[in-house]
């Protein structure tokens, strides 16, 4: 039996009459995480984590939303499902479903090293593992945290010793958040983007704690900066926006900065490999502890995982779901224009 099929309308299971993370509205949505490719509107009902139902009321609006802690058991329909981190951003989980003794889990997207703020993943036991695939070539291999974020902050400081500002890019919901809590100890003061400001206040209003930040306002010029840090999503990068921060060096924190090059073809000052997602390694190990006996592969490099892990002797396939990165950032270009119409 597959308890879990992939329709158009998403990953769908039909014994619950649930989908997960569906990519076009349906009757009731389970959600792994609040990016705008795996939670989107129109759905009758969502059921999450209690870390993600204040971001899904940022994006998506007034919605019915039940949330539920890990680990904490539901029963649809007979199905049981439970919500287990997933170690991606705050609020991230997988959904493990189990059925008439057979057990899948869906990953969502997820990261394998503890980054402080969106939690330790845990490795979840069943017969099939659906999982991504965003880094899933070799070349990918995360430095840890703390040599990041190392980086990172002497980076910062040899702009301030050149009365420079530092703009750091990183999307304003995971990323974001993650770096403030990565360089606090050498801010005094971070300035955000209003998209990363909105996810902020929704985060702290929800009793979440996060370092304190100012918001850019329309009213600040050249003048107001000096030596300062701001995070700024993708899309206000190269936008009027940027304009009132002159001098100012440019850092890009995404996991495509691990291929060298990308810096410089993106015409920034600095690249670091900072990645929500799991590296090649990481993927290996969480399929391979998850003690699956077929995996299926979604977004990202899935051809190339999908057939190491059959040379490995595991069984694999690669399924084909409208998960990606390409959604989010059209969330934030839409922030970003909305932004630019206040400037």
């Given at each position: 039996m597959n308890l879990l099929s992939f329709t158009d309308n998403g990953i769908y299971c039909r014994?619950?009459?649930?989908?997960?993370?569906?990519?076009?509205?349906?009757?009731?949505?389970?959600?792994?995480?609040?990016?705008?490719?795996?939670?989107?509107?129109?759905?009758?009902?969502?059921?999450?984590?209690?870390?993600?139902?204040?971001?899904?009321?940022?994006?998506?609006?007034?919605?019915?939303?039940?949330?539920?802690?890990?680990?904490?058991?539901?029963i649809i329909n007979g199905v049981r499902l439970s919500l287990h981190p997933a170690g991606?951003?705050?609020?991230?989980?997988?959904?493990?479903?189990?059925?008439?003794?057979?057990?899948?889990?869906?990953?969502?997207?997820?990261?394998?090293?503890?980054?402080?703020?969106?939690?330790?993943?845990?490795?979840?036991?069943?017969?099939?593992?659906?999982?991504?695939?965003?880094?899933?070539?070799?070349?990918?291999?995360?430095e840890p945290q703390r040599v990041l974020f190392y980086n990172m902050q002497n980076w910062i400081l040899a702009n301030r010793d050149k009365g420079k500002n530092s703009i750091l890019i990183a999307y304003s919901?995971?990323?974001?958040?993650?770096?403030?809590k990565g360089i606090e100890e050498i801010s005094t003061s971070v300035y955000v983007h209003g998209a990363i400001w909105n996810t902020q206040v929704?985060?702290?209003?929800?009793?979440?704690e996060l370092p304190p930040v100012i918001r850019v306002d329309p009213g600040m010029s050249r003048e107001s900066f000096h030596s300062d840090i701001i995070v700024a999503p993708p899309s206000a990068e190269n936008s009027p926006w940027m304009n009132r921060f002159h001098p100012y060096s440019i850092g890009v924190c995404s996991g495509w900065m691990q291929v060298r090059g990308n810096a410089r073809r993106r015409n920034v000052d600095a690249g670091f490999a900072m990645s929500d997602h799991a590296d090649w390694k990481g993927l290996l190990k969480v399929v391979k502890e998850s003690g699956a006996k077929k995996v299926l592969v979604t977004h990202g490099?899935?051809?190339?995982?999908?057939?190491?892990?059959?040379?490995m002797g595991i069984e694999s396939a690669e399924v084909k779901t409208e998960f990606g990165d390409d959604a989010e950032l059209e969330t934030e270009k839409k922030q970003a224009a909305a932004e630019n119409e206040k400037s």
């Open positions: 014994a619950g009459d649930f989908y997960i993370d569906p990519w076009k509205p349906v009757k009731r949505a389970v959600i792994t995480h609040a990016h705008s490719d795996h939670a989107r509107p129109g759905s009758e009902s969502y059921l999450c984590h209690h870390f993600t139902k204040p971001l899904l009321a940022l994006r998506l609006g007034e919605v019915s939303v039940q949330s539920v802690e890990w680990n904490e058991p539901v991606h951003i705050i609020g991230s989980s997988q959904i493990r479903i189990e059925y008439q003794g057979e057990v899948w889990v869906v990953s969502g997207d997820y990261k394998t090293e503890n980054d402080g703020i969106s939690g330790q993943l845990e490795i979840v036991k069943c017969d099939v593992f659906i999982t991504e695939s965003t880094f899933g070539l070799p070349i990918y291999e995360w919901l995971g990323k974001a958040q993650r770096l403030l929704a985060l702290v209003g929800a009793g979440f490099f899935q051809s190339s995982f999908s057939r190491y892990l059959n040379e």
